[in-house]
Nanobody, 115 residues
Framework: QVQLVESGGGLVQPGGSLRLSCAASFSIYGMGWYRQAPGQQRELVAGITSGGGTNYADSVKGRFTISRDNAKNTVYLRMNSLKPEDTAVYYC????????????WGQGTQVTVSS
């Protein structure tokens, strides 16, 4: 059972930046972030494999950067040029090699973009 501990998030003005972190209790193949806004379905934001392969939602390409420190079993999400529509609860996830969907979830962290 992988434990995921998230940090970061909070309130930021439009155009601002935030960094989310998620530490896993042991090494796992795929990690990343989903988000869920009120009344909407949870959506993939970005993912990264242990080999460094990444994928992003179209809505965040060019603004968000996902990275990973395999030695620390930690994934980061750098969010720049934040918009009000980025407001959501952000959930860290982890999945094993060959799994198509996340197997483990973090507790979620709130990101609010507002002036």
């Amino acid at each position: 059972q992988v434990q995921l501990v998230e940090s970061g998030g909070g309130l930021v003005q439009p155009g601002g930046s935030l960094r989310l972190s998620c530490a896993a209790s042991f090494s796992i193949y795929g990690m990343g972030w989903y988000r869920q806004a009120p009344g909407q379905q949870r959506e993939l934001v970005a993912g990264i494999t242990s080999g460094g392969g990444t994928n992003y939602a179209d809505s965040v390409k060019g603004r968000f950067t996902i990275s990973r420190d395999n030695a620390k079993n930690t994934v980061y999400l750098r969010m720049n040029s934040l918009k009000p529509e980025d407001t959501a609860v952000y959930y860290c996830y982890a999945r094993g090699y060959g799994d198509q969907v996340p197997s483990y979830w973090g507790q979620g962290t709130q990101v609010t973009v507002s002036s």
